[in-house]
Each structure stands twice: as structure tokens, then as C-alpha cells.
């Protein structure tokens, strides 16, 4: 039988707040240890000054005194000294006083069998009239000695007296200070320990645990994902400050330069945009239009108001595509309410067929023809461009079922072929479709105040190097004051059928983005009712850097009185018309 291979010893991973925790506590350890250190060695050798200049005052002393002078020349020095040496011993604290002849003979000792023996130490200086101290090793072990001359009423040196303190002595006089040393720095690393382990604990709860190269590849994680999803990400803090804008949300805000660190409100943006983001309540699915895209916006709180997180979708092609589709529905509700007339006048015509009626039947088929043939006629032989000939023959039959009637002016013509690549179709449809919705609601809205009849006017023509689109309508017009908030998202004057406008407003906004992003201009002015003016250049216009002094607020501009787009750049403008 085999043994089972052993697996590898698994790697001990320390969280980064356990790695912060092993380091202060050898910082603070060694911190301590040297304060320790220093303060011994300065308290040693305050220590050691001290004893040398106690030893000193002792032997000064006992050398000037008369009774020591008179003692070393008495037939028996011992005898009077012995005493008196070890009585100043034992009142001053120091180890030993020893008084001797000039040879170095001792008279006194601590140790009486001493006596007689040869002092072991320099006395050479004291011979010549010095103190001296020095730290010499002598028969009770190391000490810090002063050996001092006794002069007699001549100066001339008769004895000598010595007196010091041991090394041991010394050292017994620093235990306790020592001891509270050690007592002081073992609790500043008991506190020190204790602080660094609370501050490492409440790190450890914000990193979660984890250690520097996890921490880091969180990092390049956090990043990789910010810049790789589509959506449009912005984090403020509680000053609602930029702290961080993907690579998504700049293209959707349409940002350039550094943004993090200014305020949202000094972006350029739109202004109900910047509203809707400085609010304090949270924002779901909110629609906005910023210069050139239509985005959908959504807004959080992060923490307890550390901040707020702004979410955008680009809901540009979605808000195209639901214009088309509206556009098809129209068309099939017109074809199905054109199929039903034409039966009915099918009927008609079968009627009279059989009631032997047959000329009258003729003039009634041919009179319908021209009728509905005329309007057809026209849109083809003035406007040769496909996609807006089907949009203006599918509003017509729309106005007509709402009883508007749609007319193409004289002085339309569009061939076909002459509008340049950048003009895409579905800008086209944007921006006409949405002028003849708004005029044929404005004119049905203003019919009860007019005997005439609900009418919509359509300009479609080449008007020198643009593309000239006006609509006008027999409605209540649009007052100057209100021009800049018709251009906004979320204006309008007609009621929504389910209450409270949701839904409404957004169609001039979006004309007004069509027009800025191929550079063009929105005019309004007024005859009988509004008069809506687009004008797009045919050649295309060099981009407008940045979305900061172009439209405006929800990519309008307020240049009222102004008279051309160049006056603006090519941004794109919108005015008043007298």
C-alpha cells in the first residue's frame, strides 16, 4: 500500500492590517527599547558625575581638616584616624575614606587588615599639589576615586586622602530608577501595542481582510470593469464633485479633459440633467437629452451620503427607432383608414353602376381620383428623395384622418441624390416627422378658435448650401418668451391623454438635437399660427468641441434675435423669428 503524497503546506497570507500590526508593533517596540537605552545611559552617567563629585567633596574635606593635619604628624596616625575616617564613611555614603603618608602607606581602611599596605591607584598628581579623580579597580573592586594632598601651614604636602565610591554602589543607587524605566517602557508598549491592535482591527473591518496583492488586483478589477461596461457610470461625493467618469459616461455626456475633481454643475450639461443629479431624491429611468444623444438616467445614494452613483443608458437609437416605429404605425393606421374609405367608395360607385347610373358613377370615381391623387402628384414631382416623399405622403394621409389637411408649398423641391451621405435618413424622419406632428396637434389644438380650416404647410427645398425644412400651422403659435423651453425636454402645451404629460415634450427637443448634430439651426417665427424653420448644411460641418456653450440646456441656445448660424459656429442654434 502506498502513502498519500503530502500536500503542500498552504501559504500563510497576513491581511494587510495584520502585516500593519507586525510593523508598528516592532516600531513601537523599538522605540521604546531605545528610549529605554538612552535614558539608562544618561542616567548612568548622571549618576557617575554625581558619585565623582560626592567622592570629591568627602576627600576635600577630610584633607583640610586640623584634626586629620595634626593626626598625620602624631607619633600614631592610625590610631586617630581609623575612627574618624570611618565615621565620615559611614555619615557621607561613600565605600571608603583612606588617608596615607606620601608613599602611598595606608592609615585608615574599611578593611583593617588594609592598613599598612600600599594604596593601589595614582597618587602622583596629588604629590604635586592636584585632585584628581579616576575609576580604578583597588581591593574592594572598581570604583570612581579622588585622591587630594594634605598640605601642611608651608604647602608642603604631608599626606595623602583618597575617597570613593564603588562601582557596585553606583549600580545598586540606579536599580530603582531602572526598575521604573523598564515599568514606564513596558507600558508604553503595552499602550502602544493595544492602540496600534484597535487601529489595525478597524482597518482590517474596512479592507475586508485582505492583503496587499489582493487589495491590488481588487484595484485593477474595479478598473478593468469601469472602463469595459457600457453603461455610463459617474461617482460623486457629497459636494456633488466628479470623483470618478468612465470611458462611457464621457462619450454619453459628451466630456473632454479632466473631469474628476469639478463640480457637476460646471460640466456644461444640461441644466435638467444637472437638476435631476443635484436632487436629493433617488432618479429611476429618467429620460434626458444632453447635445447630440438622448440618455436614460438612473441615481442613487452611496452609504449614509457619502455620495451619489449615476447610471446612463444611451437611449439615442432606441429613441430613433421608436420614432420610426411610430412613424410605420402611422402609415398602416392611414393605409387601413384609406382601405376603408376606398371600399366605401367602391360601394358607392357598385351602387350606382346598378342602379343604371353610369355616368354619374364615372364622374364620382374620377372626381375621388383627382382627389386623392393630386396631393400624390405633387409630393412626387417636387420632392425626387425617397425617404422624404413616403414621410410626407404617410403624414398627409395621417392629417387627413385627423381632418388637417397637409399642403407642400409651390416652391418645394428636393431632387433626388443632392443630399450629402451625413444627412442620414434618420435624422430626416427626426427632425420633419416630429415638426408635422407637433404642427398638425397645434392646429386641430387651435381649430375652434379659427373659422378656417385646420392646416399644416410644409417647405421642403434646397435653399443654397442647406437643406431648408418649415412647417407652419394654423394653430395658437408658440409665444417668445416660451421659445427656449419648447426646445426642452418635457415641455409641451397639449395634455396628455392619461393625465399629466408624461410621455410629452419630447419631440422639439429631439429636433433641436438633430439639427445641433449635423450642424444646422431651428428657427421659429410666426404667421398664422408657428412657424418652425430647420436649415442643415448640405457640406458637413466641422464638430463643436466639447457640449459646453453650444445648445444650451437639453441642446438648446438662447439667441434670440440672432439671424444666422454663423454667428453661433457650427454648433447649431436656436432663434426667434419676427
Not at 500590526?21 to 521604546?32: D, E, L, M
Not at 403624414?395 to 408649398?409: D, I, M, P, S, Y
Not at 423651453?485 to 415641455?491: H, P, V
Given at each position: 500500500m502506498s502513502a498519500r503524497p503530502l500536500p503542500p503546506p498552504r501559504r500563510l497570507v497576513r491581511s494587510l492590517a495584520g502585516q500593519l500590526?507586525?510593523?508598528?508593533?516592532?516600531?513601537?517596540?523599538?522605540?521604546?527599547a531605545g528610549g529605554a537605552v538612552l535614558a539608562y545611559l544618561f542616567t548612568a552617567d548622571r549618576a557617575e558625575d554625581a558619585a565623582r563629585?560626592?567622592?570629591t567633596a568627602v576627600a576635600r574635606a577630610v584633607a583640610d581638616s586640623p584634626d586629620v593635619l595634626a593626626a598625620v604628624t602624631a607619633p600614631d596616625p592610625t590610631a586617630v584616624l581609623q575612627p574618624y575616617a570611618e565615621r565620615v564613611r559611614a555619615d557621607t555614603g561613600v565605600s571608603f575614606v583612606t588617608v596615607m603618608d606620601t608613599g602611598g602607606v595606608?592609615?585608615?581602611?574599611?578593611?583593617?587588615?588594609?592598613?599598612?599596605?600600599?594604596?593601589?591607584?595614582?597618587?602622583?598628581?596629588?604629590?604635586?599639589?592636584?585632585?584628581?579623580?579616576?575609576t580604578y579597580t583597588g581591593t574592594l573592586g572598581p570604583s570612581v576615586r579622588v585622591v587630594t594632598p594634605v598640605a601642611d601651614g608651608r604647602g608642603r604636602v604631608v599626606a595623602l586622602v583618597s575617597a570613593g565610591i564603588t562601582v557596585q554602589s553606583i549600580a545598586a543607587r540606579l536599580r530603582g530608577p531602572l526598575l521604573a524605566l523598564a515599568g514606564v517602557a513596558a507600558g508604553a508598549l503595552a499602550?502602544?501595542?493595544?492602540?496600534?491592535?484597535?487601529a489595525n482591527a478597524r482597518l482590517r473591518r474596512h479592507t475586508h481582510g485582505m492583503g496587499p496583492v489582493e487589495l491590488s488586483h481588487l484595484y485593477e478589477y474595479h478598473q478593468a470593469t469601469l472602463h469595459a461596461v457600457r453603461e455610463g457610470l459617474v461617482l460623486l461625493d457629497r459636494d456633488r464633485r466628479v470623483v470618478l467618469c468612465n470611458d462611457a459616461a464621457r462619450e454619453l455626456l459628451g466630456l473632454a479633459g479632466v473631469v474628476e475633481g469639478r463640480p457637476v454643475a460646471e460640466l456644461g450639461l444640461p441644466g435638467a440633467l444637472v437638476a435631476a443629479v443635484s436632487g436629493a431624491g433617488p432618479v429611476r429611468d429618467e429620460v434626458h437629452l444632453t447635445a447630440e444623444r438622448v440618455v436614460v438616467l438612473n441615481t442613487s445614494t452611496i452609504g449614509t451620503g457619502l455620495g451619489r452613483?449615476?447610471?446612463?443608458?444611451?437611449?439615442?437609437e432606441l429613441q430613433s427607432l421608436s420614432g420610426e416605429l411610430d412613424s410605420v404605425r402611422g402609415f398602416t393606421e392611414a393605409l387601413g383608414a384609406q382601405a376603408h374609405e376606398a371600399a366605401n367608395r367602391l360601394h358607392a360607385v357598385v351602387s350606382l353602376i346598378e342602379l343604371g347610373r353610369h355616368r354619374e358613377a364615372v364622374e364620382f370615381a374620377t372626381a375621388e381620383l383627382a382627389l386623392a391623387q393630386r396631393?400624390?402628384?405633387r409630393v412626387v414631382a417636387a420632392v425626387g428623395e425617397p425617404v422624404l416623399a413616403a414621410?410626407?405622403?404617410?403624414?398627409?394621409?395621417?392629417?387627413?384622418?385627423?381632418?388637417?389637411?397637409?399642403?407642400?408649398?409651390p416652391d418645394s423641391s428636393i431632387d433626388d441624390g443632392v443630399l450629402p451621405a451625413h444627412l442620414s435618413a434618420r435624422d430626416l424622419i427626426t427632425v420633419l416627422g416630429n415638426l408635422i406632428d407637433n404642427a398638425v396637434d397645434a392646429a386641430i389644438a387651435g381649430a375652434g378658435a379659427s373659422p378656417e380650416p385646420p392646416e399644416v404647410i410644409v417647405t421642403a427645398r434646397i435653399d443654397g448650401e442647406h437643406l431648408l425644412l418649415r412647417v407652419a400651422d394654423t394653430g395658437a403659435g408658440i409665444a417668445p418668451d416660451a421659445v427656449d423651453?419648447?426646445?426642452?425636454?418635457?415641455?409641451s402645451t397639449k395634455a396628455d391623454r392619461t393625465g399629466g404629460g408624461h410621455g410629452r415634450g419630447l419631440g422639439l427637443a429631439l429636433v433641436a438635437q438633430a439639427a445641433r448634430r449635423n450642424g444646422g439651426t431651428v428657427e421659429v417665427g410666426r404667421e398664422r399660427g408657428a412657424v418652425l424653420t430647420v436649415r442643415l448644411p448640405l457640406d458637413r460641418p466641422a464638430r463643436a468641441g466639447g457640449t459646453e456653450g453650444a445648445m444650451g440646456a437639453e441642446g438648446t441656445e438662447d439667441a434670440e434675435g440672432a439671424d444666422d448660424a454663423g454667428e453661433h459656429g457650427p454648433g447649431g442654434r436656436v432663434a426667434v423669428a419676427p
Open positions: 500590526f507586525v510593523v508598528q508593533v516592532v516600531i513601537v517596540a523599538a522605540v521604546v563629585r560626592q567622592v595606608r592609615w585608615t581602611h574599611p578593611l583593617p587588615e588594609q592598613i599598612g599596605r600600599t594604596f593601589l591607584g595614582h597618587i602622583d598628581w596629588a604629590l604635586a599639589g592636584q585632585t584628581r579623580s579616576e499602550i502602544g501595542g493595544i492602540g496600534t491592535y484597535l452613483v449615476l447610471t446612463l443608458r444611451d437611449h439615442t396631393l400624390t402628384d414621410l410626407l405622403l404617410g403624414k398627409a394621409a395621417q392629417a387627413a384622418e385627423r381632418g388637417v389637411e397637409l399642403t407642400l408649398t423651453d419648447a426646445f426642452r425636454r418635457g415641455w
